[in-house]
């Protein structure tokens, strides 16, 4: 028989697979000893055969019974027992943690009568009534599928007759009556009573956790964060504790340090007489968890001890939720905390320092795209003038966008390109889409726990939550802070550091960690020391780990120059079409125009020198380092007018009456005899070398000078020719022989003597399938991922991009861009061969990739496991690469691999959707126009 159940004492955090984060933790907690409600925990793999067969497993009703049935023996009460019950909570909690994003009911059990015995005594009367209107809440909507706001409806409206701000003074009447009133909604809207039997409720509430793995937010969550659709949720039943039960209860949130920070200290929000729920939605506020240091001493140090065990046994940042009830401390669920980027970075090495962790773990427990984000720029506080609002900076960064009041209008915006700030009062899960589409979020209530700042912080967003002075008024568009009143469009910046709101587009400055790159990565001093000594540390670690090479594609020598402050070891792509455009592309169309040999040597003459200048600039930049120098890639008719634009222009002129400019006219004949219809496929790459006379030999002459004018200058020249959109080892052979005749006569004419390696780009599948043979005259192969992923699906990136790629991944075809992140199952499979027969026939060939791809983080760990050499990006994700080789490089003595570390390495692994890079001018800031859609 298949166990579908498991007790609390039967698990492990090992087994976050079956039992879910929530569920193992749990489990791990009452291993070691903590005061954790009694409680078990059915399977993901019950929840799985739920969502594919429709039904649940047939043992999984019996078994629940079972399990429930030790519960109430141990606790002498059985479920809805009428005189005094036992009440559970049933939670969702799939193997990486999704907070807030599926159902969880509590207070299962209570009905009419049970109800009563459970506030049997005059003090316990208002708890058990509050505790069924919320059973029936959120039983309702959870389970019944009644609208959430239809219930908030009723509670406001009585609220409202009481004068008071939250429930928190309403009495047992009140309850009575909006408890029947909820009842009455259920009935109205789901059709049928509320059910009153104890197992029946459990039950249904059972399946409805299953179900609302499918639920909306769930998947959008999951789309988001790259969550595998199948995992399904576990779920928990657990004895409730109560913290309404009056002032010596509450409930609360803990975190082991500061997640935002990552400084060591306690941290969290307590509510005194409060469940669980209304620290997490932020509908009231909380006071820091330090004060509870006075409300209850004791259950403060216990929590204490708790904490520093936690964080103890799991060797990292743990996140607590917690209830009191009546002075006795409960731990309801941890978890290895989410934490912003500069946390992640912080607390890794601080756990190193403290030799809690290897140096080589703290690698594990950092990522690219965290390392990013704090690249990117933050606000110039000396311009930014006096704040108009002030709230508590839940997660770091600069934002700046127009203001809306609802996640709707967010999405409207955001799709129509304006960049956009979400403020609310709180958030809630239905905000989700809205979070995704604002570069911030502002809310005025709730704490670092709060919703906003939670999901805010797994997302990477900016936010500051409860910021009390401003006053939302969704209603009229607006909201105040002091005697401000702003509308709805208003454009703001949201300084997430510090927890100020500014009105207006602060100016941006550099970040300090983008400031210690461009530093050359100089360990720094002073203040910004906090920030940026764990990245220098982590990512000294990441260069004394990684296998892989990481080289920079870079077109200039102040690109080159930067690359090598950012640390590359090379250039992997020297793009040269750059090198025609601007003043020197009369002299190309003039090379094109060419009606005679002679005009079209002096046009090749005349480009020559300008070609030299920028290699020797380049060499100069990179001396001592390799420097890859692709020929010339992209059609010809890249270079000459637009065809509509001439015709237009020649039209006009003939209108005018005058006869147009007869250098039109060759043009727009040239224009027209090279146009293609598809010139992804058509006149480029090598194919230009061999049908345009001249031009590799030009190019490559400028190359041969420029190393010798290297070398007289006493440097250390190392440039290589890479021969791109090669097919046939026939193609590479030609220009090969006229590489070495250049390079022969410029070392005769110079004594000088020039060797250059000559390599070829593999982006075809045909030349990935016979790379043996390529490599037989290619002493280097270098992937250029971009055109190989479009030729291996077949795909017109600039084309299918924007066409149909959103219905792709909506409709699940791919989970990730393949222009994102290497495809590896096709793509990658023309990759594995061409290194295992290239490799064959030349045992010393050199394997790089010069995709963008060569910047993703995915993509990096693809290209460490497949051997490659190394890898290329644009220079300002050089420094991603070099942290994910050194991760790539992990081996399984470094692996965390137990129970909870699933989640974290989740959230490491992970590259998030567009993980862009701050950029200002990189190679990749040049992909088009057009001269450059063939990277
Ligand atoms: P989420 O995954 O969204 O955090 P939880 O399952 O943790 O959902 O439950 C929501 C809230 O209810 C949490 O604050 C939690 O502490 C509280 N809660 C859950 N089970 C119990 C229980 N048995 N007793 C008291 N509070 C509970
Ligand atoms: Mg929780
Ligand atoms: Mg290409």
Known sequence: MNTYVYDFAEGSRGMDDLLGNKGANLAEMVRMGLPVPPGFTITTEACRTFLTTGAPPVELRPQIRDHLAVIEGAAGKRLGQADDPLLVSVRSGARVSMPGMMETVLDVGLNDYSVLGLGKTPDRERFAWDSYRRLVQMYGSTVMGVEGSLFAEVLTRVERQHHTPDDSRLDVCDLIRITEAFKDLVRERAGREFPQDPADQLWEAVLAVFASWNGDRARLYRRRERIPDDLGTAVTVQTMVFGNFGPDSGSGVAFTRDPATGRPGVYGDYLPSAQGEDVVSGVRNTVPLQELATLDPASFAQLREHMASLEAHYRDLCDIEFTIERGRLWMLQTRVGKRTAQAAFSIASQLADEGVITPRQALGRVD???????????????????????????????????????????????????????????????????????????????????????????????????????????????????????????????????????????????????????????????????????????????????????????????????????????????????????????????????????????????????????????????????????????????????????????????????????????????????????????????????????????????????????????????????????????????????????????????????????????????????????????????????????????????????????????????????????????????????????????????????????????????????????????????????????????????????????????????????????????????RRPRPDAFG
């Open 368 to 926: 690219g795209a965290g390392l990013a984000q704090l690249m990117f720029p933050r606000f110039d506080t000396t311009a930014a003038g006096s704040a108009v609002a002030r709230g508590i900076p839940a997660s770091p960064g600069a934002a700046v966008g127009a203001v809306v009041f609802d996640s709707a209008e967010a999405v409207r915006r955001a799709v129509a390109g304006e960049k956009v700030v979400l403020v609310r009062s709180e958030t809630t899960a239905d905000d989700l889409p809205g979070m995704v589409a604002a570069q911030a979020v502002l809310t005025s209530h709730g704490g670092k726990t709060s919703h906003a700042a939670v999901v805010a912080r797994g997302m990477g967003k900016v936010c500051v939550c409860g910021a009390e002075g401003v006053v939302v008024d969704v209603r009229s568009r607006c909201f105040t802070a002091g005697d401000l009143t702003v509308s709805e469009g208003t454009v703001i910046s949201v300084d997430g550091s510090r927890g100020l709101v500014h009105m207006g587009a602060v100016p941006m400055v550099e970040s300090d960690v983008m400031r210690y790159f461009e530093g050359g990565g100089q360990p720094p001093d002073g203040a910004a020391q906090e920030c940026v000594r764990p990245v220098h540390r982590i990512l000294q670690q990441a260069d004394a780990a990684r296998r892989l090479e990481v080289r920079a594609n870079a077109d200039t020598p102040h690109d080159a120059a930067r690359a090598r402050r950012f640390g590359a070891q090379g250039i992997g792509l020297c793009r040269t079409e750059h090198m025609f455009l601007g003043d020197r592309r009369p002299l190309v169309e003039a090379m094109i125009l060419a009606e005679s040999a002679a005009d079209r040597d002096a046009a090749l003459d005349a480009l020559l020198p300008r070609q030299r200048s920028d290699f020797i600039g380049i060499l100069e930049e990179m001396d001592g380092l390799p420097v890859t120098i692709r020929l010339l890639d992209p059609p010809l008719h890249e270079f000459l007018p637009d065809r509509t634009e001439l015709a237009v222009r020649m039209a006009r002129d003939e209108a005018l009456g005058t006869s147009p400019d007869p250098r039109d006219t060759s043009l727009l004949a040239a224009v027209t005899r090279m146009h293609e219809e598809n010139p992804m496929l058509g006149l480029r790459g090598v194919r230009l070398g061999l049908v345009v006379p001249g031009l590799v030999a030009m190019q490559v002459r400028a190359i041969a000078e420029a190393v010798v004018a290297r070398r007289r200058a006493g440097g250390a020249p190392r440039a290589e020719i890479m021969v791109p959109l090669v097919d046939a080892v026939e193609e590479l052979r030609l220009v090969k022989d006229e590489v070495d005749r250049v390079l022969a006569a410029v070392s005769t004419e110079t004594g000088v003597a020039v060797e250059c390696p000559v390599g070829t780009m593999i982006e075809l599948p045909r030349a990935a399938l016979t790379a043996g043979r390529i490599a037989g005259d290619a002493r280097f192969f270098s992937f250029g991922t971009n055109d190989l992923t479009q030729t291996t699906w077949g795909f017109s990136r600039d084309d299918v991009e924007s066409a149909f790629f959103s219905a792709y991944l909506d409709k699940g075809v791919f989970a990730v861009s393949p222009f994102e992140t290497i495809d590896r199952e096709g793509v990658g499979r023309l990759v594995r061969i061409a290194v295992a027969e290239g490799r064959a026939t030349r045992p010393d060939l050199e394997i790089g990739v010069c995709g963008e791809h060569g910047g993703d983080p995915s993509s990096v760990h693809f290209f460490h496991e497949v051997g490659l050499d190394y890898v290329s990006c644009s220079p300002f994700r050089v420094p991603v690469a070099r942290l994910e080789a050194g991760r790539a490089a992990l081996s399984a003595a470094d692996d965390e691999s137990f129970g909870d570390f699933g989640d974290r390495m989740h959230a490491s692994t992970r590259t998030r959707l567009s993980p862009a890079i701050p950029g200002r001018g990189g190679a990749d800031d040049h």
